[in-house]
T-cell receptor
Framework: NAGVTQTPKFRILKIGQSMTLQCTQD?????MYWYRQDPGMGLKLIYY???????DKGEVPNGYNVSRSTTEDFPLRLELAAPSQTSVYFC???????????FGSGTQLSVL | GNSVTQMEGPVTLSEEAFLTINCTYT??????LFWYVQYPGEGLQLLLK?????DKGSNKGFEATYRKETTSFHLEKGSVQVSDSAVYFC?????????FGGGTRLMVKP
């Protein structure tokens, strides 16, 4: 059982470049989330989705976009990478609104 | 808004030592409280939880009690092992949304 799978694990971007962080889950979870983790800080919610076709902003959405065309996939898009987006990104999913979250292993992104 | 404050790390202990990681919170209502653990190179995993005042969450020898009067949820373990080395996050959940503390790194030496 794969759970939540994120790719890539590491990436270095130049300022202004764009990229997509991939996230897929095989647990048929309705809810999916993107968090960023900055050093010494707790995880901050970027975007979340309550089901296919439905997304909403979290605490720190600026500079990011998401889509949810299928239940399984929830990609995170960075259009114009900035140094402030250097962080570790975690995707997570849950069956319901107050259910246990399952996390992917993270993507370490550096913008130079 | 809601917030979670944890003691800063790293916390370095010898094997079999007693562990306490402090966590306090601020919330507008009556949140559920959680401890998550992140092992090197992995995502966060739920360690334990408590959903109401005076509840005690426990798992793998770790315990934490929901103290409403002191707005605290301190993590304890009586005898740590090298395999407990990880980063521990305290979190609260209210209206479905999780708020995390900054994390505390625990290093256990043999």
């Amino acid at each position: 059982n794969a759970g939540v799978t994120q790719t890539p694990k590491f990436r270095i971007l130049k300022i202004g470049q764009s990229m997509t962080l991939q996230c897929t889950q095989d647990m048929n979870h309705n809810y999916m989330y993107w968090y960023r983790q900055d050093p010494g800080m707790g995880l901050k919610l970027i975007y979340y989705s309550v089901g296919a076709g439905i997304t909403d902003k979290g605490e720190v959405p600026n500079g990011y976009n998401v889509s949810r065309s299928t239940t399984e996939d929830f990609p995170l898009r960075l259009e114009l990478a900035a140094p402030s987006q250097t962080s570790v990104y975690f995707c997570a999913s849950s069956f319901g609104f107050n259910e246990k979250l399952f996390f992917g292993s993270g993507t370490q992104l550096s913008v130079l | 808004g809601n917030s979670v404050t944890q003691m800063e790390g790293p916390v370095t202990l010898s094997e079999e030592a007693f562990l306490t990681i402090n966590c306090t919170y601020t919330a507008t209502g009556y949140p559920s409280l959680f401890w998550y653990v992140q092992y090197p190179g992995e995502g966060l995993q739920l360690l334990l939880k408590a959903t109401k005042a005076d509840d005690k969450g426990s798992n793998k020898g770790f315990e934490a009690t929901y103290r409403k009067e002191t707005t605290s949820f301190h993590l304890e373990k009586g005898s740590v092992q090298v395999s407990d080395s990880a980063v521990y996050f305290c979190a609260l959940r209210e209206a479905g949304m999780l708020t995390f503390g900054g994390g505390t790194r625990l290093m256990v030496k043999p």
